[in-house]
């Protein structure tokens, strides 16, 4: 009985153009000329909600340990120059810009998060949403750099539609899903950074999975190509210091409620994924399967409550 709702998202996957010694400044600049033009194509190509790979004005450097100059890529959400410049790509396309970044908090005693600002097509700062997951895995050594969010589980109300952020690490977290699904979410996008030794055999079913089990439409974004740094640093392993992360193996996809999927951009390349969703599919497939109707969060939440509960016993039965 509903007309269509028709929405053209873009998922970004790009190179840092500059190496990571090259003066801070110099990087961002570089990035925001790479992104521009990359956003031009996406206008060409009517696109309505675009979202960049997690902390993509930086190289992916939380693997090293180092504070500087790493700390130095951290900005504003409400007020520096990436916001800035998000902003008037927005107004310009009239576009929804998502842009993840290292965030600094002047007004919170310049902590540092990992942060998503999400910017309206007309140009307005909608919100801010945060990392909830820090990953205790591999080289990711991001507990150095930020904290664990606390900003919950926002959705974001746009022209063209709800939309929410997971960012990376939460994607291997069921109830980070279905938190910004309960919330109202029609589309979450994770905007990540992961490399091929560790995750690549996930990839194509987590952010499915939880498009099928929220009943929403979920846009997995990855970070492509490897990333050298100046000072080796180990892994912990036992193995010999390196000095770069792995490989950023790409393959940006969009996954929808009812279980399809596009194909996955390059493994190696820059690339722009244009997809057309129809938010009806998300109602659609909620009446088939029910899965808010039968899902019992009550009972979870009761059960919950006590399990974190220091004195917690499990309901273990014994003969
Ligand atoms: N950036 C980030 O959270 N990476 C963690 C590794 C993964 O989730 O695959």
Redesign the pocket.
């Known amino acids: 009985m509903r007309r269509p709702q028709l929405v053209r998202v873009g998922l970004v996957q790009n190179k840092t153009p500059l190496p990571a010694e090259a003066p801070v400044v110099e990087q961002v600049s570089a990035l925001h000329r790479r992104i521009e033009a990359i956003v031009e194509v996406a206008a060409m190509c009517g696109v309505n909600i675009i979202c960049f790979q997690?902390a993509w004005t930086m190289p992916f450097a939380f693997c090293t340990r180092e504070k500087l100059p790493w700390t130095e890529f951290a900005e504003s959400a409400e007020d520096g120059i990436t916001t800035r410049f998000c902003q008037k790509l927005a107004k310009k396309h009239s576009m929804v810009v998502i842009s993840p970044i290292l965030e600094r908090d002047r007004d919170h005693g310049d902590v540092l998060w990992n942060t998503a600002v999400v910017i309206s097509n007309s140009g307005a700062i909608l919100g801010k949403t945060r990392k909830n997951h820090i990953?205790r895995?591999g080289d990711?050594n991001?507990s150095t750099y930020y904290m664990e969010g606390n900003l919950g589980h926002p959705v974001f109300q746009t022209q063209f539609g709800r939309i929410a952020v997971n960012i990376?690490?939460g994607?291997?977290h069921p109830l980070n899903w279905l938190m910004y699904s309960i919330n109202g979410a029609e589309i979450i996008f994770n905007p990540?950074?992961?490399i091929g030794t560790?995750?690549e055999s996930l990839w194509p079913i987590e952010a499915r999975n939880a498009a099928i089990a929220n009943h929403c439409f979920t846009c997995a974004i990855n970070r492509v190509g490897e990333e050298h740094f100046p000072n080796e640093f180990t892994s912990g392993d036992g193995k010999k210091a390196h000095q770069d992360f792995g490989y950023f193996y790409g393959s940006s996809y969009v996954a929808a409620p009812d279980g399809s999927r596009t194909p996955g951009l390059s493994r190696n390349r820059d690339g722009l994924l244009v997809t057309e969703l129809d938010l009806n599919l998300c109602r659609q497939m909620n009446d088939v399967w029910n899965f808010k109707m039968t899902g019992r969060y009550e009972m979870y939440a009761r059960e919950l409550a006590e399990a974190v509960k220091p004195n917690y016993s499990p309901p273990i039965l014994k003969e």
């Open positions: 997690e990953p895995v990711f991001e990376c690490y994607r291997h990540s950074a992961t560790l995750s």
